[in-house]
């Protein structure tokens, strides 16, 4: 009947906007005007089109929703806890509160059925994008003629904040020119920022820009239940074009005074609006997290619904493993991230004078072949990067089954991408360019990290040795300013072997995102050719003990750098100064190391002196004297820069003196 | 004759691409692709078009112009040498060599006529949208009618990556809101990225995106040198939006083996081909700086037609004082950037609790009245960063002669923005976020530094202070990773009075960014009222010394953070402990003070602890033991936060103790 069924889509619709209103007023904190005016898109998409199971959210072929607009949390949360994910009333009521599971945004870690952390304006647009890739790619080499195996669509909630974030039309002009058709957002076009309405700064036709950008586009009432759902089921419809449904919605719809203003965006309510905003949605005007038997029950169909999904998944993937076993294999060990050790036994062992870029070529050919889901590429520098795995196809839109993206000039979206392949699970996600870019991706190698997302970022010619492209091109700070950021391994290694080293390590890693700071330059071969097991997998160690074995001096370096520090030894010792050198590729590595390896590597009693072609700010951690690059570089041959900014072995000798005279 | 005067356009052409190819052949280094397509445009551009006096570069009515795809420098150094700035032919065979004045990629303070550096793409285009902020700021508040002395355009060349760059698209919506009528944009579309076609990864229609951006948008070939002059001619009677010209170009035109391609973009070419593309231009095939005669005569009658522009100018400015001396005067002081210390005088004492932020909002409502000329504004938290002159009007497009910019969700452009604002000259520019958002406009913050260009950037809510948004919104690492970028200032006020001080630094900045780390929450009144002379111009100082005058631990606080260190002394204190508090709210400033000051407040023979709600891992630099936050915030109360991370007065005075007994 239809009259019943509209009485329920309003009285679920309520229930969500009920309690996403009481959690916010609950912890007098939070964004209630998202939740009531995105509710009937939430409700839409979750109860008529979304397929997962809340029984087990990891479950493989689930459809992926993010909610960009991430401020908008209570939505999300409302709709786990309806649907009957494990987060319960309880958590609902400790929105916001010290180790809830209801963080003030999304954290993927904490809540089950959050597929990553959202809140920075822009990422969920863009690691959407990374999801959609991930299930392209995965559909188009594991399908077979009557087995699609992979099959889900990636939903994104958006908001104005997210489309005026150039990440996103990044992203969104990669996924238009990748024709990523199973990619569909919802545009929550409310007209409203925090500092008030769009028309402030925001007045572009978002539709045409999208039309622009090659996608799909709608625009409706938001508000409205059939008009969201007929505007999905095109979306799914419509497979050549990502798209983009322009919902137009009241922010804090309800709200008898408050809504459509920016008065509702970030705020709890005034008592009496709080209280006249529930009776209008037919609920007891107090803090009551109300659910109404009837919504819940509607809600709670998804866990049989869920389990009937993955049942059938299981039966699917049974036959298909009946009829292409090796290619099921394959995909369950993409699945489990578990390809065995033919890769690490394949690793180079790298001897010669190489670039630690050009090194990380070779472990890519080498144990690449052995990781069938490693995909990945280069915004716009792949013959400088040297990250293309050249004997396999291209990832484009009429050979999806290709590994090498080309993500453009997009450092930004390239990253947020590589997270959302790396998240969506079976395929593991890396990204290059030049160190000096991370800068235009921060935002995504930070969120990276707090993801726990093993996501792998290849940044090349790291230091001054740039040369003749000058400052703008060549990093100083970057690598401080990295290592800087928690649950992030920055690695610089000094040769071949440690940059194969390194690349084990980052394929290892499975909370921790890597970055590979590898130089332009050809560095000589310092260290071990014993790639699987390596002592950078300690983030530091002794590559040359003192004669005598009672160091007087230590000297790290790391990366380029590290040449001198034995060049610099060779001196000291032939002037009677036993001199022991370290090489530092990790301090995330070296920092989780017990204090007594540590100690034992850098024992801060003895005179020691660090160099390293960048800022020396952090230096005095481990060293009680530095060489380094306190200022911006300079457009000149690069050992010419670096001989003019003192990044030398004369310089390193004397700089030890000097420390050594002053003790 | 139109049959010589195409020639000569032919020859003049020829003689730029000739000058940009022999430079990068001889430097063995360089980006040639650029200036050989390109040079048609830059032609009619600086020849037809452009005002502007080489005899002195700086003509404050000048038109400006970026070249935002800054690796065809070779184009801007040819045009610049060949219109008559002072850049020698000798200067282009020094190209890309150590302290030459032709770098690898423009950089404003080595040459002149360069206004700003380019190279990190994106950068330019968003920079350019700044300049022309304020020329329409400045026309509309000191033109009169019959008195147009504010009056030029800004042009921009840009490339294919400068598009593909979020940055670009945050810029272009902001300039297309803002209808900037006289910025005028010059695509270089030529189909061609480092990697190969732009049908890798770029198909978008960029002239149906920059229709929907507001923009008003012309296709032509930009080989022809008619197409390129009617297409800026009408670029220019369109008034009422921002323009691009889509100009089709061939990459390397000339090279018969190369051009098109991408084998032509960043590297010499091959000697044949050299010799062959010299050919085609009518010019000796061997390295030969060759300048014929009547193209030179040509170009540098730009020297005269400047002198009298500007002559024209002058003329036009004393008319200007005599109708309306206060604006005149108003005016020539922005020119001097000099308003006298009415500013200064009014800067307020903040002895009350109060947030910094706050605080800052008091000094904008106290100085800025005395300042005529400063604008800028907030990515859309006006009221969480507190940085309206609400007195003012807004910056629209009916209302440019208004202060406040809405920069919208796009802190990225807006820092690039506010830094053209601030080279514009007359003008100096604003912008305000959350600190942790600070990661979102890297590019142009390093890129301030880099132009010694002294923007003011104020970023609130500065640590996990921040509480229930959680671990996205609550900077960590931040406060470390912007201290290690060069000529950057960082200034973490620790109280209102602090807070004003910093201000002070900020405005009076001539050669370096100022970042103003502001608190979310209110804090304690601690340091002297005395604005007009603050020890925060030292960057540190002591803030209480050691009872008895012989302090045996020092603490270090920042921001926040410093109450807690006058609260451990109290407690130290009373235990026999002798103890100095440093306030150290600048380590840019605080590095540039004499040894013998710095030694005298940070004495590294006295135990030394420092505390700060931030990573750690610089601060081994100042002290011997930290307290502070080396993992991600959470989402909690701010001062519940706090606590359950260690930033107490309880952990402190622990910490020091440790310390002591550890000695």
Redesign the interface.
Known sequence: MVSSSVNLDELCINTIRGLSLDAVQK?K??HPGLPLGAAAMGYVLWTKHMRFNPSHPHWFNRDRFILSA?HGCMLQYSLLHLCGFDLSLEDLKNF?????RT???P?NHMTPGVEM??????QGVAHAVGFAIAEKFLAARYNRPGHSVIDHFTYAICS??DL???????AA??A??LQLGKLIMLYDDNGI???GPTS??????????Y????WHTQVIDGESVSAVDHAIEAAKEHKDQPSIILCRTIIGYGAPHMQGTNKIHSNPLPQEEFEATKKAFGLPPEISFTEPEEALAHFRKSVSTGAQLEEEWNEAMAAYAKDYPTESKELQDAINGDFGDAWIDALPACTEKIATRKAGQLVIKASFPYLPTVIGG?A?????NLTHQDWRP?F?PDTPAGFNI?????E??MCAAVNGITLHGATRGYGASFM??T??A??SL??A??MECPSIFVFTHDSIGV???????EP??HL????????FNVIRPADGNEAAAAWKVALQSTKTPTLLALSRQALPSLTPGTVRDHPLEKGGYILDEAEGGKPELILIGTGSELQHCVAARNILQAEGIPTRVVSLPSWFLFDHQPDSYKKSVIDRSIPTVSIEAG?T??W??YSDAQVGV???G????GD??MK?LGITVENLVEKAKQLLASK
């Open positions: 912890a904190s939070g991430g916001r509160q010290l180790h809830s963080p003030g945004h954290e952390a959202t809140g920075p304006l822009g104005d904040g005026m974030e150039g990440i996103s039309n990044e002009s990669l238009g020119h920022t925090i500092d402030l700064a925001f007045t572009e036709s978002v539709q045409r820009r039309e622009a950008l090659g280069s716009d520098l792949v013959e400088s291209d484009q080309n993500f453009g000039i997009r930004h979206a000096v870019f800068d235009y921060r935002p930070r969120l990290a707090i040369g003749e492209d000058g400052p703008t091109h100083v700070e401080t300013s990295l290592r800087a950021i928690p649950n800022s700010m952090a005095p951690r306190d200022r911006f300079l457009s000149a041959p010419l820069v003019e």
